[in-house]
C-alpha cells in the first residue's frame, strides 16, 4: 500500500485532486485506515488514473469520464482515442505555424512597401510547348489542389513523364478565377475527361520576374512586374503563367524556397 502523498508524487497529481477524485467516485483509495483516515493506493491503480487524466486531456468533463469508465474503455481504444486528438493538435500546430509565416511575410511587405523593388524584370520569348493540362475553376488562387491532383494521377495512370516545370495560366480572373494547371510533354498524347494535351503557340513577348520566397508574398513580384509594365510602355496581352521552377513542398503557401517565375505576354503601348 502507497500512502496518498507517495501517490501524488508518483502520479504528478495533487493531493486535493485525488481527494477529490474519491468524493465523485472515479478513484477510490485501494483502503482507508478507520482510525487516521490516511488514504491508501497501489500501484495497480495507475493506469486507471492514467485514463482520467487522458479523458480530461481530451476535453471530457469529470462526468462524462465517470460514464466512459463504467463503460469500460480497453487500452486499443484509449490509444485510438489519444491517436485522434494528436492528430487534430498537429494539424492546429501546422495551420498556426501557417498563419504566424504569413504574418511575419506581411509585416516583412508593409516594412517595404517604400523601398526600391529589388525584382529584375525582363522581355523574353516564350518559345512553343506542349503540354498536358486541365481546366477549371477554382475559389481562391491558392486552391489549386484538385486540378493537380487530377492532372498529376491521370499522367501517372498513363506513365507519362513530364519534361520540364508545371505551371498555371490563368486564363481570367473576374467574375471568376479561370485556371489552367499544366505539365509539359515530349509530344502530344491521347487524352479523355478533364485532360487536355495541345501545343502551346509561341509568345514573342513576355515580361517576366521571378519570386524567391513564398506564395503568400508573390503579390510582390506581381506589383513590382506590372509596374515594370506599365514604365516601359508594354501592355499585357494574353493570360499570365505561373512557371514553378521550384515547387513548394507539398503545396505549402508559406515554404520559404519556392522559385516562381511570373510571366505576362506583353506588345507596346
Known sequence: MIKIGTFSRISQVTVKTLRYYDE???????QIDPFTGYRFYTIEQLPRLNRILALKELGFSLEQITQILIQGLTSDELRGILRIKQAEIQV????????????????????QENQMSTYDCVIKKLEPLTVASVRGIIPTYPEQGDLWNTLGSTLAAMKVQPTGPCFTIYHSDEPEIDAEVCEPLSAPIKVAGPLHSYELPAVESAACTIHHGPFVTISEAYGALLKWIEDNGYQICGPCREVYLRPSNNGSQTDPNTLTEIQFPVRKA
Open 24 to 30: 465523485l467516485g472515479l478513484l477510490k483509495p485501494a
Open 92 to 111: 492546429r500546430l501546422q495551420s498556426d505555424q501557417d498563419m504566424l509565416t504569413r504574418i511575419e511575410a506581411r509585416l516583412k511587405q508593409i516594412e
